[in-house]
């Protein structure tokens, strides 16, 4: 069964760090383009970044330029999104996909994406 499960999520005041894990099962992460989003009460689902298959290459938001960074550790199966710097609008439930397509600007969400259960990151000011 593909699952992703997400880890990490916390509760930090305004400035401080949190890194984000995606660990996939059933199927071989790096084989795949991953992606963030994050959804905020009351908002719909934004994405927030994605790392494409085989080059690694990243893309991001452009509200969390510079602060985030993606990575993928294959040994682990698992996609990491480091956060500094966070800030209040941060606030949100954090989600990662798979199986879905990564480009400038965004990513691309298929009938057959997969979706993690949602960690939650809360910042205070």
């Known amino acids: 069964e593909v699952q992703l499960m997400e880890s990490g999520g916390g509760s930090v005041q305004a400035g401080g760090s949190l890194r984000l894990s995606c660990t996939a099962s059933?199927?071989?992460?790096?084989?795949?383009?991953m992606g963030w989003f994050r959804q905020a009460p009351g908002n719909q689902r934004e994405w927030v970044s994605c790392?494409?298959?085989?080059?690694?290459?990243?893309h991001f938001t452009d509200s969390v330029k510079g602060p985030f960074t993606i990575s993928r550790d294959e040994d682990k199966n698992t996609v990491y999104l480091e956060m500094k710097n966070l800030q209040p609008e941060d606030t949100a439930t954090y989600y990662c996909?798979?199986?879905?397509?990564?480009?400038?600007?965004?990513?691309?969400?298929?009938?057959?994406?997969?979706w993690g259960q949602g960690a939650q990151v809360t910042v205070s000011s």
């Open positions: 996909a798979a199986a879905g397509l990564c480009y400038r600007g965004g990513y691309f969400v298929k009938n057959d994406n997969v």
């Open positions: 059933g199927f071989p992460s790096d084989d795949s383009d």
């Open positions: 790392i494409v298959r085989v080059t690694d290459l990243t």
